[in-house]
């Protein structure tokens, strides 16, 4: 999809932050209400494992149930919202130039690569979260991480409604803006799945901007 300056809403804006997040590592970024968050993938098939916090009360965060309940849909799309436990709109999707993204598949975690491919100790997103919060100055509870969003992960359906993992659909500098509808902590993940097709088996940077 072509974006050109007269519908883009960064037009005039600065990046208030930006940061390019190394493969298998996590940041954290405050976005304030009424601020643009936007995630680029920059080298192409590179998923961006996101989940929020209501930024003044950690007890409010993203539900991928509640976002697929008020969407009426699996999949996420320009102007949807991007909702809460309790069902708040923390986020509208301004922007997309993929249209893939997952609301399905959990966090990678430490047990997963165990599990699935034998390997002890291998880098996730679930320890990335927990790293990227305390170093940003929270204390969340590790067990109270929401599922994410997956941006960029492209996860097809078979005939009886197996889940089949692809390649991701993005291309370089492919990318997503969203704009805040409260004070919100995302934390980001460029996902360190090197196993499967997750990310093409060579992860990669992300990059975001968090525009005023």
């Known amino acids: 999809m072509t974006i050109t300056s007269t519908d883009n809403p960064l037009m005039g804006r600065i990046p208030r932050r930006a940061a390019q997040v190394r493969p298998a590592k996590a940041q954290a ?55 809460s436990n309790r069902r708040e709109r923390m986020f509208t999707v301004i922007q997309d130039t993929v249209g893939r993204h997952d609301m399905l598949m959990p966090t990678c975690n430490a047990r997963r690569y165990l599990d699935d491919y034998g390997i002890q100790g291998h880098l996730n997103c679930h320890d990335n979260f927990v790293t990227a919060i305390r170093e940003r100055g929270y204390d969340i509870d590790p067990d109270r991480m ?16 197996e889940l089949d993992i692809r390649e991701p659909l993005s291309q370089r500098n492919d990318h997503v803006l969203l704009k805040a509808h409260i004070d919100t902590l ?5 996902c360190p799945q090197d196993q499967n097709a997750t990310n093409a088996f060579d992860p990669t940077d992300i990059l975001v901007r968090v525009y005023a």
């Open 29 to 83: 970024f405050e976005v304030n209400q009424d601020q643009f968050l936007q995630i680029t993938d920059m080298n192409g098939k590179q998923v961006a494992c996101v989940i929020l916090f209501n930024l003044q009360d950690f007890d409010e965060m993203l539900s991928v149930a509640q976002t697929r309940s008020a969407n009426n849909s699996l999949m996420l799309r320009r102007d949807d919202g991007i909702y």
């Open 186 to 190: 995302a934390v980001i993940s460029a």
């Open 146 to 161: 929401p599922d994410p969003i997956n941006f960029f992960m492209h996860v097809a359906f078979k005939g009886r409604g």
